[in-house]
C-alpha cells in the first residue's frame, strides 16, 4: 500500500486543494491555497524518504510489490514496484515538488487554486511512471501526465505559451502512440508464444522470445517515444520552446523530471525488453548523443536568454545521460542513473536562479544584466554554485556522474568518447561565459540597481538545493550503493544474450548497412 | 405474449412516442408542460425491460431478436435518448422548436434505431433504417425560419434516399442469391453463391448503404452540413444514436451474416477506414465552426469503429460495442454543452464563442475538457480504453498499418480539440456572448456522462465483460 499511497497522495492533495479554493475566483484564498499544496507536496516528500528507509539496497529485484487484476480479460493488471533504479527518481520528484511549488510564490497570481490542482496531479502522473510494472498501466501515467503539463505552459506561461504547449503534446503524444502500438504488439506476441493469453505485466514480458524483425521496430517504436522525451538529438526541437515559455515551475519540474522519463524509460523498457536490439541501436543512439551533446552546447553558447540557455544545455548533459546508457557496462549504467539525479537537482536549480532573475527584472535576456555580483551577493553566491554543479566540478554531484559515464563509455565506444569529453569543457565554456556576463563587470543597466537579494522563501529553495548538490558531490556512495544491485540485475537483462550476441555479432557486421535477420530467424534464447 | 418479448423495449418508446404526441394535441396554447418527461419514462421503462431481457435470447416473429447485442446498443441508445431528453427541455423552448414535434420524432428516431439493431431480416433492417431516417430527416430542418436547416435537411434527405436506393438493391440482389431475406439463409447461401460477382455486388451494395449512415468516406459529404444546419440538440442526438444504430446492424449483418466472405469485403472496407480516419482528422483540423469540427471527429471516430468490424475477432466485436457507448457518452456531452450555451439568436458554435469560457463558467469549461479529452483518447477517460481497445483488436489480427494509422490520425484530431480548450481556457474573450444558464437536472446529466467517461477510463473491466458477453450471442 506504500507506493499507492505515495502515488496518489498528490491526486487526493489536488481534489484537497480545490476545496479550499472555494467556488469561483477567491484571490482572497490564494495564501490558505498555497500552504495547503505546500504541505502535501512536503508530506509526498517526507513519504518518498521513508520508502527510501523501508527500501532494502541489497535485493535488486522489485520491492514493495503490489499487484491486482485490473483488466483480467487482457493480463493487464494494477502492478506497482521500486527498485533502486526507480527508487531515487521518486525521491527526486518528492525533492522537487515543493520546490516548484514555492519557485512559483511570487510569479503567479492567476488562478492559484488551478495552477496547485495542476502542480500536485502533475505529481501523481510522474510518480505512477516511475513505479509501474504494468505496460499499460505505464502508459496510462506516461500519457496522463502530459495533459497538467499542456495546462501549466499553455495559462501560466509566458509569450508565446500556446504555441508551446501544443506543440509539446502533439510532438510528446505523436512518439508515444507509436509506442502504444507496440506495447500491444508486445502483450499479443505474448500471447501467441506462451499460449497464457496476453500479459501487460512488465516481468513476463522480460523474458519473451521475439523474432528479430518484430524486436527491432518495437525497439524502435518505444525508444522513439523515449528518445522525444529525452529530448535525443533530432527529436530535440519541442524542448526549447516548452522550456522558455512554461512557468518557472513548470520548467523546474519539465527539467527536473519530465526528461529523466525517457532515460529512465530506455532502462526500464526499450533495453531490457529488447536485448538484442538494444546491442545492435546502442552504437547509433550513443552517436545520436555525442552529436547532442556537442550540438547543445554549441547552441546554448550563442542563446541571449538564460533559459533558452539552460533548455539546450538539457539537451547536452541529457546527451550524456545517454551516452552511459548506451555504454551498456555497470559504471555507465549507474553514471547515466546518477546525472539523471544531478541533472535534476542542479538544472532546476538553475531555472530557479533564472526564474528569480527574471521575477525581479521581468526580462531574461543576458544583455538586460550585468554586475549583479555588487547588487544581490548571496543570489549571485548560490547562482555560482549551482553552475559549477552544472558544470560537473570536481567536488560537486556533476563530476561523480559525468566521470563514471565517461569511464563506461570509454570501454564501450573509446573513440566516441573522446569526442564526447569536449562536451564538459563546452559546458564550461558556455555556463561560466553566461555566469561572467550576468554577474561581473560594473553594473551597466540601471534596474538592475535596486534589486532584492535573496528572501527567506528563496534561502528555502536554494539552501536544499546547493546541499543537495554539495552533498551527492563528496557523498556519492549514500546514492551509488543502494542503486548497484539493481543496475547490475538490469545489465544482466540487456547482457542476458551477451555470448549469444557476441556469438551473432560475429558473423553479422553491427556496422553492416542494411539490418539483417539474425542467422537463426525466428527468436532469441535468453 | 412471448411472440412480443423481443419487441418489448421497442414498443414502450413507441408508447412514449404516441403519448408526446397526443400531449402536444391536447395542450393548450401557450401552457408549459414537462413533454420530456414522457421521453424520459419510456426510455428508462426500455432500459429496465433490456436489462430484464438480458441473456434470456427473445426472439419475436422471427426477424427481432433481443439478444445481447441488440440489448447492449438499446442500453447505448436508452443513455443517449435520456441525456438528450434532460438537455433538451432547456434548450428547445430557447431554440424555438415546436416541443411536440421534437420529443415525438426523437422518440420514434429511438424506437427505429433499436429495431435496427435487433433485427435479423434484411427488410426489417431496411424498415428501421427508414423510420429513422425519416425521423432524422425531419428533425433536422425543424428550425423552419432557418435557411441553413433547410439546406441541411434537404441534403442530408436527398443523399439518404440515394443512399437507402442502393441498400435496397444489396436486398435485391441478396435475394436473387439466396430466395430469402434473412440473415442466416443469406449468410449460407452467399457463401456458396454459384456467381461470386452477384455476391460481391450484394456485400458492396450493403455496405454503401452502411458506410453512408455512418458517415465512413468517401460517402460523408452530407455530414458537416447536416450537423451545422441542424439544431445543436439534434446534432448531439443523431451524432450519437444513429451511428450507434448503424454500426450495430453494420456489425450483425458484417461479422455474422457475411463472415465468410471476409476475405473479400476486409480491403475494401480497410480502404474505407484508413480514408475515414485521415479525412476526418485533417479536415477537423481547418475548422472554426465546432458543431463542423465534431462533425468531422464523428467521422474519425467512424473511421476507429470500422477498424474493429475489420479485425473481425472476439476483441473487435466487443471492442466496437464498448467504443459505441465511450464515444456516445462523451460526444453527447460535448454537443451537448454546445446546445446548452446556444439560443436561437446566438447559437454558440464559432470556436471564439469559447473564448474565456473558464472565467464565466469554470464548471462548464471543466466538463467540456474532461470530454473533449475523451474524444482526443486521453487515459484515464474512457475514449482511451476505448481506442485502445480497438487497437488491440487490429494490432491481434495483424492490421498493423491500419492500426497506426488510426494513432496518428488520432493525434492529428487531439490537436482540434485543444483548439476548443486554447479557447476556454488561454484566451481571454473579448466580447463574451450572454451565455444562458444551465438548469441542474442538465448540469446532473453532464455530470453522469462525466462520471460514465471516467468510470468506463478507469474500471472498466465489467463493461468489457457485458460486452464480450453480448458479442458471442450473434455468433
Not at chain 1, 522519463?261 to 526499450?270: E, K, N, Q
Amino acid at each position: 500500500m506504500l507506493l499507492t499511497s505515495i502515488v496518489f497522495l498528490p491526486l487526493a492533495g489536488a481534489l484537497l486543494v480545490l476545496l479550499a479554493g472555494g467556488r469561483g475566483d477567491r484571490p482572497d484564498r490564494e495564501g490558505v491555497v498555497r500552504v495547503v499544496a505546500l504541505a502535501v507536496s512536503l508530506v509526498v516528500f517526507v513519504a518518498t524518504l521513508y520508502l527510501w528507509w523501508a527500501f532494502n539496497p541489497v535485493d535488486p529485484e522489485f520491492q514493495l510489490v503490489e499487484r491486482h487484476a485490473w483488466l483480467p480479460q487482457f493480463g493487464i493488471t494494477y502492478h506497482l514496484g521500486v527498485d533502486g533504479v526507480s527508487l531515487f527518481l521518486i525521491v527526486l520528484t518528492g525533492f522537487l515538488t515543493p520546490l516548484a511549488l514555492l519557485s512559483s510564490w511570487q510569479s503567479i497570481h492567476k488562478n492559484v487554486k488551478q495552477f496547485s490542482f495542476f502542480m500536485l496531479a502533475l505529481e501523481t502522473a510522474m510518480l505512477g511512471v516511475f513505479v509501474s510494472l504494468d505496460l499499460f498501466l505505464f502508459y496510462v501515467f506516461w500519457d496522463a501526465m502530459l495533459i497538467p503539463m499542456y495546462f501549466l505552459i499553455g495559462i501560466w506561461g509566458y509569450e508565446r505559451r500556446i504555441y508551446a504547449a501544443v506543440k509539446f503534446i502533439l510532438y510528446t503524444m505523436a512518439g508515444s502512440v507509436l509506442m502504444l502500438i507496440a506495447i500491444i504488439g508486445l502483450a499479443w506476441a505474448h500471447s501467441t508464444a506462451t499460449g497464457q493469453g496476453p500479459s501487460f505485466d512488465l516481468l513476463d514480458l522480460y523474458g519473451l522470445h521475439l523474432s528479430w524483425g518484430m524486436e527491432m521496430w518495437f525497439f524502435l517504436a518505444f525508444t522513439v517515444a523515449f528518445a522525444i522525451k529525452v529530448p535525443l538529438f533530432p527529436f530535440h526541437t519541442w524542448l526549447p520552446d516548452a522550456h522558455v515559455e512554461a512557468p518557472t515551475a513548470g520548467s523546474v519540474i519539465l527539467a527536473g523530471v519530465l526528461l529523466k522519463m525517457g532515460t529512465y524509460g530506455l532502462l526500464r523498457f526499450s533495453f531490457p525488453l529488447f536485448p538484442s536490439a538494444a546491442h545492435y541501436f546502442a552504437p547509433y543512439l550513443a552517436v545520436l548523443a555525442i552529436i547532442g551533446i556537442v550540438y547543445g552546447a554549441l547552441v546554448a553558447m550563442v542563446q541571449p536568454d538564460m533559459k533558452k540557455l539552460v533548455a539546450y544545455s538539457s539537451v547536452s548533459h541529457l546527451g550524456f545521460v545517454v551516452l552511459g546508457l548506451c555504454a551498456l557496462n555497470v559504471n555507465g549504467v549507474q553514471g547515466a542513473v546518477y546525472q539523471m539525479l544531478n541533472h535534476g537537482v542542479s538544472t532546476g536549480g538553475l531555472f530557479m536562479i533564472v526564474g528569480m532573475l527574471s521575477d525581479r527584472r521581468h526580462t531574461r535576456l543576458i544583455a538586460e544584466f550585468g554586475g549583479l555580483k555588487a547588487v544581490v551577493p548571496r543570489l549571485v553566491a548560490a547562482f555560482l554554485l549551482i553552475t559549477l554543479s552544472s558544470i560537473a566540478l570536481p567536488g560537486m554531484n556533476g563530476f561523480i556522474g559525468e566521470f563514471l559515464i565517461l569511464l563506461g563509455a570509454f570501454r564501450a565506444h573509446p573513440r566516441m568518447t573522446a569526442v564526447a569529453a569536449t562536451g564538459v569543457i563546452l559546458s564550461a565554456v558556455y555556463m561560466l561565459w553566461m555566469f561572467q556576463r550576468v554577474n561581473y563587470g560594473t553594473v551597466t543597466n540601471e534596474k538592475n540597481r535596486g534589486l532584492r537579494d535573496l528572501t527567506g522563501r528563496e534561502w528555502a529553495m536554494m539552501a536544499p538545493t546547493i546541499a543537495m548538490c554539495i552533498f551527492m558531490g563528496v557523498a556519492p556512495n549514500v546514492f551509488l550503493r543502494p542503486m548497484e544491485a539493481s543496475v547490475v540485475r538490469v545489465i544482466d537483462r540487456i547482457n542476458g544474450v551477451t555470448t549469444f550476441a557476441k556469438s551473432r555479432t560475429s558473423n553479422l557486421d553491427p556496422r553492416a548497412p542494411t539490418l539483417q535477420p539474425p542467422t537463426s530467424g525466428t527468436g532469441v534464447p535468453r | 405474449m412471448n411472440a412480443f418479448a423481443a419487441t418489448i423495449p421497442i414498443l414502450i418508446v413507441v408508447l412514449s412516442a404516441i403519448a408526446a404526441m397526443l400531449a402536444e394535441a391536447i395542450r393548450h396554447p401557450g401552457e408549459r408542460m414537462y413533454i420530456a418527461g414522457f421521453g424520459l419514462i419510456g426510455l428508462t421503462g426500455a432500459l429496465v425491460a433490456s436489462c430484464f431481457l438480458w441473456d434470456a435470447d427473445a426472439t419475436s416473429f422471427g426477424v427481432v431478436r433481443a439478444d445481447n447485442f441488440s440489448l447492449f446498443v438499446n442500453i447505448v441508445l436508452c443513455i443517449i435518448g435520456i441525456l438528450t431528453m434532460v438537455f433538451s427541455h432547456d434548450v428547445i423552448e430557447r431554440e424555438e422548436i415546436p416541443a411536440g414535434e421534437y420529443y415525438a420524432l426523437t422518440l420514434f428516431a429511438i424506437s427505429g434505431m433499436m429495431l435496427m439493431a435487433a433485427a435479423t431480416d434484411l427488410l426489417v433492417i431496411f424498415l428501421a433504417l427508414e423510420v429513422l431516417s425519416l425521423a432524422v430527416y425531419v428533425l433536422t430542418g425543424l428550425r423552419r425560419g432557418s435557411g441553413l436547416g433547410a439546406e441541411a435537411a434537404f441534403k442530408y434527405f436527398l443523399l439518404g434516399a440515394f443512399s437507402s436506393a442502393f441498400f435496397l438493391y444489396g436486398i435485391a440482389i441478396a435475394f436473387t442469391i439466396s430466395g430469402s431475406t434473412r440473415l442466416d439463409q443469406v449468410g449460407t447461401a452467399m457463401a456458396s453463391a454459384p456467381s461470386p460477382t452477384l455476391a460481391w455486388l450484394a456485400v458492396g451494395l450493403l455496405a454503401v448503404g452502411f458506410c453512408f449512415k455512418v458517415s465512413a468516406v468517401p460517402f460523408h459529404m452530407w455530414t458537416p452540413d447536416a450537423y451545422e444546419g441542424a439544431p445543436t440538440i439534434v446534432t448531439a442526438f443523431m451524432s450519437t444514436g444513429v451511428k450507434a444504430a448503424a454500426f450495430g446492424a453494420f456489425a450483425r449483418v458484417f461479422l455474422s451474416t457475411l463472415e465468410p466472405m471476409q476475405g473479400q469485403w476486409v480491403p475494401v472496407l480497410s480502404a474505407v477506414a484508413a480514408a475515414t480516419m485521415i479525412v476526418g482528422a485533417v479536415v477537423g483540423v481547418l475548422q472554426n465552426n465546432i458543431k463542423r469540427m465534431l462533425a468531422y471527429s464523428s467521422i474519425a471516430h467512424a473511421g476507429y469503429l470500422l477498424l474493429g468490424i475489420i479485425a473481425a475477432n472476439n476483441a473487435g466485436k466487443a471492442a466496437v460495442l464498448f467504443y459505441l457507448l465511450a464515444y456516445a457518452v462523451a460526444n453527447l456531452g460535448a454537443l451537448g454543452i454546445v446546445a446548452l450555451l446556444g439560443t436561437a439568436e446566438h447559437p454558440h458554435d464559432q470556436l471564439r464563442d469559447f473564448a474565456g469560457l473558464w472565467r464565466t463558467r469554470p464548471a462548464l469549461a471543466g466538463l467540456m475538457t474532461v470530454f473533449l479529452l475523451s474524444l482526443g483518447g486521453f487515459p484515464p477517460t474512457a475514449g482511451f480504453i476505448g481506442k485502445w481497445y480497438i487497437f488491440a483488436a487490429a494490432v491481434q489480427n495483424g492490421h498493423y498499418w491500419l492500426a497506426i494509422i488510426g494513432v496518428l490520425s488520432s493525434v492529428v484530431s487531439v490537436f482540434f480539440y485543444l483548439r476548443i480548450v486554447v479557447m476556454m481556457y488561454m484566451t481571454e474573450d473579448a466580447s463574451a456572448p450572454a451565455r444562458p444558464r444551465v438548469s441542474a437536472p442538465s448540469m446532473a446529466a453532464l455530470g453522469f456522462a462525466t462520471l460514465a467517461v471516467f468510470y468506463l477510463g478507469v474500471l472498466p473491466a465489467r463493461v468489457i465483460d457485458y460486452a464480450l458477453q453480448s458479442i458471442q450471442t450473434i455468433f
